[in-house]
């Protein structure tokens, strides 16, 4: 073989050497693109109309100009940036500082000598944050606001110092939507159905949180502590310092709150999907049920409302010791001579903390409280006694505990016209007053996007309902808190009709007061408006005015039943009223499973009785 020959073997194996070198490292960058973990990293999701899209809607998350779309893109310049091309060394330091989760995770999987993390304000970060270990949050759910109606949940960030009588002072990790100080209830509401919101991650002092829920709007707080390793929870805060400064569209459904917590908790280990399992709606029971799947939970600490304690000490008091805090309360002095100092030491708490909570409840005038609050303070003080009263008693169930959110259901159907129909339904979100109430506010209704088709045996096939939300609220008056219940609803159902069931479109709406007791038998009445149309009304608007009264009653634990009626008087339409009577059973075979029986009796232009057998499974 002459030179020229040699030459050009030499030349043809180091160019078949490094092409072969480019295209495994080509395609080694290809699959550390598409590994889970760097996709967490970047918040892609699978796309339509691209293979990815991050959720993050912030530009300066990402360094590639594709890198919202694009993973492979954004991990070449993410290396190249850690690399330093074409920036200067404070420049590389800077990007480095910004993404240290990234830069963490990447230099141990392709072993570059990148050096450590140097980033002083990080540093300080993490020195103030001293975490320790990190507590999942949820506040129940508060039916006055349509934002918090399925509760929420945040982070508490737990010191390495940290006792119980510390934990107000911790900080708290919370993601929530920034919405326009200027919308009214119905904008807000829409705007966050379609993501009109930005959302974002804050940290604050937790007791700036207990205060607006536990204390302002009177909502139990369940902590769970998250079994997560030092390196666990310094992963989680290292993408957190990654997000502080990004948004993303706020959804109340699904990319929402509960969500989003989740999507940065999974960053605690490569082994972690918290998120895919959510596609279409996120609501936060079902994620801290999520959380207790992969065994992250330790038992929780329930942290009860003001309202909760508060009603708590007056089960406590007799009805004429309620009538002496009353007095004491608008200023009477207590003639501690004419009781134990048990029920002094009593009297005195109660009508501290029931002025508090009033002052908060009614926005009474400061001056006034804190004057009259700091007598009862010190006339408390000079009875050398322990607080005689017992706290409240944990409920029985947690909020993980309860059933699924989204419920599907088969069911048969028989009229008094002998039609028989089979039905399909599903319901996206999230309780009704029949499912087990286990983990749920008793006495608390909201179903978002109820629906249900149905065929018969000619195959013919109708939808048969769609409610775009029905709610009801039905708190009972006691001898400190004068509730009222409201509900409303709003879609489409069939009525009875000459011959048939004509569809109607409808709103409705309620407000009246409920007697009882939520857990054994509860009563309610409320006075009620509706606006009609369809079918049933030739299409025209039709007003109703009447009023809806209902019961339900827990028998146990696993079987309800209920009673509820509505009448509507139609003035401006070519029948005087409308009426429906439903009879119900509902029996929870276990947690996800029930079997539910209905007799309804309705009338409009004509009567018709409905026998239905529903087995329904959630999920």
Known sequence: MNNKNIIISISSFLLFLFSSQSFALTHSWDAIAQESYWLQLGHYQAAVVSDWKSEVDEDSFFLSPNGKRNPNAELLATIAAFNGENLSEIERQATICRFPARFNWLK???????????????????????ADTITLVFPTAFMNNPSSMFGHTLLRIDAKDQTRNKELVAFAVNFAAVPDLDDNPVTYAYKGLVGAYPGRFSLMPYYRKVQEYNDLESRDIWEYQLKFNADEVERVLLHLWELQSVYFDYYFIDENCSYQLLSLLQLANESLDLTSSFPMQAIPSDTVAALKNYDLLQEPHYRPAFGTKLFNYSEQLSDEELNIVRRVMDGEDLNISDHKPEQNAAILEMAYEWLNFKSQEQGLSRETVVKRSTQLLIARSKIKLTSPFLPPKQPLSSPEQGHASSRLGVSFTHTEHNEKRYNLSYRLAYHDLLD?????????KLSLLDIETSINDAGNTRLEQAYLIDTLAIPVDNRIFDNWSWGGRMGFDRQADIQKESGRWFT??????????PNYIQAYMLGAFELNTGDITDNDFKMGVGSELGAIWKINNNNKAALKANIMYLPDSDVDYHYQLDVDWNWSLDRNWALRSKVRYQKWRAEDTILKFTLYHYF
């Open 108 to 130: 141990h999987k392709i072993k570059n000598n990148w050096g450590s993390l140097d980033c002083p304000e990080l540093q300080q970060w993490q020195s103030a944050l001293d």
């Open 436 to 444: 087990q109430s286990s983990g749920f506010i008793p006495g608390a």
């Open 508 to 517: 409705q709406g309620g407000y009246g007061k409920s007697i009882g007791d």
